[in-house]
């Protein structure tokens, strides 16, 4: 078994409280790997001892000199859409003079996807695959929704689930426009024969839970037909402006729900009080110019918040989490403590992982070396590329 003994890491994040603050911030640490899994974490000065106890490979571990940069988790992102075809960049310059962000464009993309081979397809999502390690992204989640057809849903989600474990189901993204008289026919079709094609390939079902996509009932409809094909539910809501996404996500016990831009007092308290993360998007506003999340709202009420970029060509077309957290700090009143912690544990427990997010034994071996002293530059250096070197398993990229 291969090992990798991590050493004068100057800031070491665990996300494990019992090492100290809220997010087990350790200094002149060291991080001990053997195969894809943490061994052991600790102080710098008990590593080679450590490393020593541990038997077979481990003595000989390759050793990495973190030259006192810090370590973090890597980042898991919980909401992409990260399988399409075509590009959108006339309606974001669009918007920034002045157009209004409307969900309708996701139908172009539809129609440029549908039109993809699954070569092009395939190529495409590993070069998204590769950008989204290259920043520190370790565990992603991928939608479908661009096929809006039996046969391109599947493919989607056949694809997705090539690259990651956490496939979400998203025929409820749109009606799509042949559809477009014919919403019960849609809402049927999305129920039975697509959720039959997709459900092989998926973990999650979604529905876009706002006017202009699914009604409240619809979006139960949908939900409940995932979960009694085993599916785990999850929601896109309140993004365009107050709704039933958030009552409905908590309601059916959704691992998430995402955007959260617009939330009544009792949004918030329902959240609060269950187990159901609220996931922001801050990619989403930055491109739409929407208000950003409050973020410190719903902290302070006690609500899990996590942090994903959405990426995805029509809204928020960027992969960076270290942008998010950026974001997060700067637009939505978290810490950067705290948006580190939403990017990493946040993401993690939106997804339902109990593997990855923090740095303990017996976890995935996904860390992310920084080029900086300190996790507080990810948002002090905004769009600075920060990441030094990844781990993903156990190996190094």
Known sequence: ??????????????????????????????????GDRIAWVGAGGEAAAVAARFAGASARAHLVDAGGRAVIPGFVDSHTHLVFGGDRADEFEARMTGTPYAAGGIRRTVAATRSASDEELRARLAAFVAELH???????????????????????????????PEVTFLGAHVVPAEYSERRVEYVELVCDAMLRACAPHSRWIDVFCERGA????ESRRILAAGVAHGLEPRVHGNQLGPGEGVRL???????????CTYLSDDDVAALAGSTTVATLLPGVEFSTRQPYPDARRLIDAGATVALASDCNPGSSFTSSMPLMIALAVREMGMSPAEAVWAATAGGAKALRRDDVGALAPGMRADLVMLDAPTR??????????LVHTVWIGGAAL
């Open 1 to 34: 078994m291969t090992a990798t003994l991590i050493t004068n890491i100057g800031e070491l994040t665990t996300n494990v409280a019992a090492h100290g603050d809220a997010l087990g911030t350790l200094h002149d640490a060291a991080v001990l790997i053997e």
């Open 134 to 164: 290259g920043q520190g992204t370790t565990t992603f989640e991928i939608k479908t929704g661009y096929g809006l057809t039996v046969a391109d849903e599947e493919r989607l989600a056949r694809l997705a689930a090539e690259v990651t």
């Open 214 to 217: 699914f009604t409240p009932e």
């Open 249 to 259: 996500a908590v309601e059916l016990g959704a691992a998430s729900v995402d955007h």
């Open 376 to 385: 507080v530059h990810l948002a002090y250096r905004p769009g600075v590329p």
